[in-house]
């Protein structure tokens, strides 16, 4: 894939055409959302006012007046919960699916098309639509991508818009991104930590990494069944082991089920060893929720002390 901007069209590329000058973020979010939904291929983004050469593009956004432009007169589509279309929406509401379905290839996550508009309506509700209130003046406040505009240029800066447009698109790519994967993984999390539950035993459930957002299914699951899972155990990405603490509730969070033992907190590998009679222990939160080992079988053993000392 190969991205480049400029002013005319070209050839062998996808052309994709927006207006020149100030960048705005529904315009570029809407460029890194086409990018998003054809990955594979080579995107040439015309910024240009020139009627002449926007008629001879693939696609042009956010100008000439055509379908995903919002600013003739007249236009007036709204979302059924009435917010305006800018050009973010616009581009999301045609590729989003696309866009999504290419994320969860690149993950790995295969998902049906029930889950991908799923993933697309809580994302334009949650992420696209502050993108078009704000362009179309309704209503400006702080969000996902507010952040891309300290990247806009100043009357200071050397007056490059291309060079800024590619940057900020770039910064929202990652973002939106980002967002959609989040999304995708937590659909893959559900049933994966269920296959999970069928082999912990003793209040210990084993995830392949601390990245996980484990929480809230964890939480729902053990509500269902008696509180059964008071510790997740993980490989640490420093080295060694690592357990947290389940919450009781997402509404108590920052509470345990089962805490590690009073005298274990704030102790580090010098001295966690004896106290705890764990060889392997290496550090033991000052808070409780969270200890390391050096070892799987350690922190395994260091759980079943805390929830023996609880009993």
Not at 111 to 133: A, F, M
Not at 284 to 290: L, M, P, V
Request: aromatic fraction near 10%; include cysteine; hydrophobic fraction near 40%.
């Amino acid at each position: 894939m190969f991205i480049s901007v400029g002013n005319l069209k070209k050839e062998g590329c996808l052309n994709f055409g927006l207006h020149n000058g100030i960048i705005h973020l529904d315009e570029t979010a809407g460029a890194s959302i086409f990018e998003m939904a054809y990955p594979k291929k080579d995107i040439h983004f015309v910024r240009t006012e020139n009627p002449e050469i926007l008629k001879e593009l693939d696609i042009v956004i956010d100008i000439g007046g055509g379908i995903y432009d919002h600013h003739p007169k007249g236009f007036n589509k709204c979302r059924s919960t009435g917010e305006k279309y800018a050009s973010a929406g616009i581009m999301w509401e045609k590729f989003g699916g696309k866009a999504i379905t290419n994320v969860a290839e690149e993950v790995g996550v295969s998902i049906d098309y029930d889950i991908v508009q799923k993933i697309k309506e809580k994302v334009d509700k949650e992420y696209i639509i502050p993108i078009d209130l704000e362009d179309n003046g309704e209503k400006v406040g702080n969000h996902a991508f507010s952040i891309v505009s300290n990247v806009f240029l100043t009357w200071l800066d050397p007056q490059d818009f291309d060079a800024a447009f590619m940057k900020a698109k770039s910064i929202i790519f990652d973002i939106l991104k980002g967002i959609i994967k989040k999304e995708i993984v937590e659909v893959a999390t559900g049933p994966y930590l269920q296959k999970q539950y069928e082999n912990a035993s003793d209040g210990i459930l084993e995830i392949p990494a601390q990245t996980m957002r484990w929480e809230e299914h964890v939480v729902n699951y053990n509500v269902c069944n008696n509180y059964r899972i008071k510790f997740v155990i993980f490989p640490y990405p420093r080295g060694g082991w690592a357990a947290q603490c389940v919450p009781p509730s997402m509404e108590e969070k920052f509470k345990q089920l089962v805490p590690f033992p009073e005298e274990w907190a704030g102790e580090n590998k010098v001295t966690l060893p004896k106290i705890s009679g764990v060889s392997g222990a290496i550090l033991c939160h000052n808070y409780r929720f969270f200890a390391r080992a050096q070892t799987k079988q350690d922190i395994i053993e260091m759980c079943t002390i805390a929830m023996a000392k609880a009993d």
